[in-house]
Every structure is written in structure tokens, then in C-alpha cells.
């Protein structure tokens, strides 16, 4: 019975991992289709979102089906009831995808993204890839100085983010309104996508502490 529960277990951290391989490459994806104005790439993102709903839905399931029949205590009890949480997290990186994405097929057959905002918008999209990626890792090792570094790889996503607000507040922007909003929504939506990583991260720093911890404080026990 007790191999059978920790087999269950098992499958639910994969099943968290395969969420965030699929969220990184659906924003991988997601990000050519914005910058190239590729509609097909477009579609195929919006299309897949429903991999990860419905791996949320089956881990959710699961999980409740694990408290109701093993009634799971200490750390054990924590990573069943945190991964609900972070299957929440993962199912929405997973829309802001296919948020971006959608943008990308408003706008087709251009690109939503003026030349000045390219190069700020490809950073993003690589940032968002490696934080998702190194969510995953963490999620399989239970690293919690992975963990802690995650927090602060979002720096640089919040610094991407300032410059497109610093782009648009410059007096030069010369692209309109509508080009403004489309850039204002996409940093949003990638901004939020590492918030969500963050939120993941901090969540296996509990699993593993049962303890919860913000950045600061875990700067502060190094």
C-alpha cells in the first residue's frame, strides 16, 4: 500500500515537471509566432493549451483521491496539497502562453512587436523559457538553492519589463496606440509567467521546510 502511495506521489511531481516542459515550450512557441508573425505557430500554441488543463485536472483528481484514501501526514501531506497549488500556477503560464500567442494572431499577418521593442521581447521570451526550465528541475531534485536563484533570475525579467514601459514613456514612441497596448499587454503577460515560476519555487521551499519563506528571508540563512 505504502509503495503504491509513494509510486502515486511520484507521478504527480512528474506530471508537475511535464506541466512546466510543456508551459516553456508553449512561450517558446508562442514568442517566434509574436516576433514573426507566424499565424500557423500562433494556432498551434492556442490549440495545445488544453495538454496542460488536462494534466491539471488528472493531478487534481489524484491528489484528492490520495488524501481521501492515505490521509498523508508531514511531508507528504505538504506535497500533495502544495501540488494543487503549483498545478495552478503551471495551468496559467501555461494561458499567458496562449495569451501572447493571441496577440500574435490579432495582429497577423504583422508582427505585433515594432523593431524597437524586438530585441527586449526575444529576452523575454528566453528568460521566461530558462526560469520555466529551471522550475522543472526543481520540482524533480527539490533544490532549494535552485530555488532561491530562481527568485532572483526574475530580476531580470522585472528589469526587461521596466524597459518597455521606459520605451513607451520615452516621448519617442512613434508606432500608436494600438502597437502600445500590444506591448504593454505581452511584458505584462511574460512578467507574470516568471511571477508564477516564483510561486512554484517557493512552494517546494515549503514542501521541503514546511516552512514558508520569502526571498529576503532566505537571503538572510545563507
Do not use: C
Not at 512587436?113 to 531534485?141: D, F, W
Not at 532561491?148 to 514601459?165: G, K, N, S, T, Y
Request: aromatic content about 4%.
Amino acid at each position: 500500500m505504502r509503495d503504491a502511495f509513494h509510486e502515486d506521489l511520484d507521478k504527480i511531481s512528474d506530471d508537475l515537471v511535464e506541466m512546466t516542459r510543456l508551459a516553456g515550450s508553449a512561450m517558446a512557441r508562442a514568442t517566434t509566432a509574436l516576433l514573426d508573425a507566424d499565424i500557423h505557430l500562433a494556432e498551434s500554441v492556442i490549440a495545445a493549451d488544453h495538454e496542460i488543463d488536462q494534466i491539471r485536472r488528472e493531478l487534481d483528481d489524484r491528489s484528492i483521491d490520495l488524501l481521501a484514501r492515505q490521509q498523508p501526514v508531514a511531508t507528504d501531506l505538504r506535497m500533495v496539497v502544495t501540488a494543487m497549488r503549483m498545478s495552478a500556477d503551471l495551468e496559467r503560464m501555461g494561458d499567458l502562453a496562449r495569451h501572447v500567442a493571441k496577440v500574435a494572431r490579432l495582429r497577423y499577418p504583422q508582427s505585433a512587436i515594432p523593431p524597437v521593442l524586438r530585441a527586449n521581447v526575444l529576452q523575454m521570451g528566453q528568460v521566461a523559457e530558462r526560469i520555466v526550465a529551471k522550475a522543472g528541475s526543481i520540482i524533480a531534485s527539490k533544490d532549494i538553492d535552485a530555488a532561491v536563484e530562481l527568485e532572483r533570475d526574475d530580476d531580470e525579467m522585472d528589469r526587461l519589463h521596466r524597459e518597455i514601459f521606459n520605451q513607451l514613456m520615452s516621448g519617442k514612441w512613434e508606432f500608436g496606440t494600438e502597437a502600445a497596448v500590444d506591448a504593454t499587454l505581452v511584458g505584462r503577460y511574460y512578467e507574470r509567467f516568471a511571477d508564477h515560476a516564483v510561486s512554484v519555487a517557493r512552494r517546494v521551499v515549503y514542501i521541503v521546510t514546511g516552512e514558508w519563506h520569502t526571498e529576503a528571508e532566505l537571503d538572510g540563512e545563507e
